[in-house]
């Protein structure tokens, strides 16, 4: 089956630990993206990759971090930076940047 | 320039009524304009999309309005069913840039 997969689905972590979360798919697409979601926030744009160890910071990238070290992946890191992490995180991807995008199922994650 | 503005941010229909969900745009340079489906706890999922050069679009029981002067396009759900309560995000882009989207409606269809 063709698709984007995330895991995990829910993730705990303390205040002040480092988190990865993963996204892998395999459509052979260019292009994917990290969105977080927040009630009433829409989705918001972390970092896109347009080619493998290429990326570019979206219009929330401030305690994240991101690698695009192969086709199929792209894994994203939040940091200890970022202020407030509790939120649903969202994998995306896509032929060309200006292609429909697919999404992945979410991940959940709590900081305590 | 690159907002989206998306209007109700919620909306509660009867069972067999018209959905109308509604968004603006400023960027005139935008090209392709899809809306999404998000059921609670999932991804969100492409239900359909229009492109400037025409002015409206019919999949089913979902059709896309498009006003390129006024900047706007809009969703239009017939026939509306409890099966189409989610959350409906808009969106919009230029070519070689990510999507721009708006913040979200949350349509409920009671019966």
């Known amino acids: 089956d063709g698709g984007i997969t995330q895991s995990p689905k829910y993730l705990f972590r303390k205040e002040g630990q480092n988190v990865t979360l993963s996204c892998e798919q395999n459509l052979n697409h260019d292009a994917m993206y990290w969105y977080r979601q927040d009630p009433g926030q829409g989705l918001r744009l972390i970092y896109y990759?347009?080619?493998?160890?290429?990326?570019q910071k979206g219009d929330i990238a401030e305690g994240y971090s991101v690698s695009r070290e192969k086709k199929e992946s792209f894994p994203l890191t939040v940091t200890s930076a970022q202020k407030n992490p509790t939120a649903f995180y969202l994998c995306?991807?896509?032929?060309?940047?200006?292609?429909?995008?697919?999404f992945g199922p979410g991940t959940r994650l709590t900081v305590l | 320039q690159q907002q989206v503005k998306q209007s109700p941010q919620s909306l509660i229909v009867q069972k067999g009524g018209i959905s109308i969900i509604n968004c603006a745009y400023e960027n005139t340079a935008f090209d392709y304009f899809p809306w999404y489906q998000q059921f609670p706890g999932k991804g969100p999922a492409l239900l359909i999309a229009?492109?400037?050069?025409?002015s409206e679009k019919k999949e089913g029981r979902f059709t896309i309005s498009f006003n390129k002067s006024a900047k706007q396009f809009s969703l239009h759900i017939m026939d509306s069913q409890p099966g189409d309560s989610a959350t409906y995000f808009c969106?919009?882009?230029?070519?070689?840039?990510?999507?721009?989207f708006g913040k979200g409606t949350r349509l409920s269809v009671i019966a």
């Open positions: 990759s347009q080619i493998v160890n290429d990326f």
């Open positions: 969106a919009a882009t230029i070519i070689n840039t990510p999507l721009v």
């Open positions: 229009i492109r400037p050069d025409v």
């Open positions: 995306a991807s896509s032929i060309g940047q200006t292609d429909t995008q697919y």
